[in-house]
C-alpha cells in the first residue's frame, strides 16, 4: 500500500468514526422528543430540515410545534410532536407530510418486489413511537371495568382486548397514543416513549 492509499483509508476510517459517534448522540438527544410521521432518521433529519414550519402548520389538530430554543441550537424550531397530551390522527393524506418540500418527512414507496406484509405496514403506517400500558395503573388490570381506550385506536389489530384487558402489539402499534389521549385516569396508564428511548421513557 502507498502513501497515498494508507492515508486514503485513514481519512474514511476516521470519518466514519466521527459520523458513527454524531449519529449516536443525536438520537440519545432524539430519546427526548417524537418526530412527526414518516420523519427519516434523526441525522438525516436534522440536516434536511429547514424550521419553515410548514408540517407544524398543516397539522390541523395541532400536535406538531416547534422544540424550544432551550433544547439547544442544533434542535431548536424543528418539529415535534406532544403526543403525551393529543395523539396523532394518522390523516388519510398525511397533510405534514405533504407540505414538507425538503425530504425531512418523507413517505416511502412500497416497491413492486417488496410486498410483505411488514413493509405494506412501513408504507401505511409510520413508527411514530412506542406505547405500552402499565398494567399497575389500568382499571381493568385492578377489577373495575374501564373501556375508555377501546376503538381509540384506528390501526388494525394494534390494540387489543384479551379477557377485558387493553394490550398492545408493538409489532403494529404505530405510536399514535390515542389511546393515551382517550385513557381517563390520572397518571394516565398508557405511556409513550421516543423510539430512540430505548427503555428512558418520557411519558
Known sequence: MDRREFFRRSAGKAARTVTEHVNNKVQQNAAHWIRPPFAIDELDFLLACTRCKACTEACSYNVIFPLPARRGVQVAATPVMDLLNRGCHLCEDWPCVQACDTGALKRPELEADEDSEAETQAVLWPKLARVTIDEKT???????????????????????????????????????????????????????????????GIG
Do not use: F, H, M, N
Open 138 to 200: 389500568c382499571l381493568p388490570y385492578a377489577g373495575p371495568e374501564c373501556g375508555a381506550c377501546r376503538g381509540s385506536c384506528p390501526v388494525p389489530q394494534a390494540l387489543l382486548w384479551k379477557s377485558e384487558k387493553p394490550t398492545i402489539d408493538e409489532t403494529v402499534c404505530t405510536g399514535c397514543g390515542l389511546c393515551r389521549e382517550a385513557c381517563i385516569i390520572e397518571p394516565k396508564a398508557i405511556r409513550v416513549q421516543s423510539k430512540y428511548a430505548g427503555e428512558q
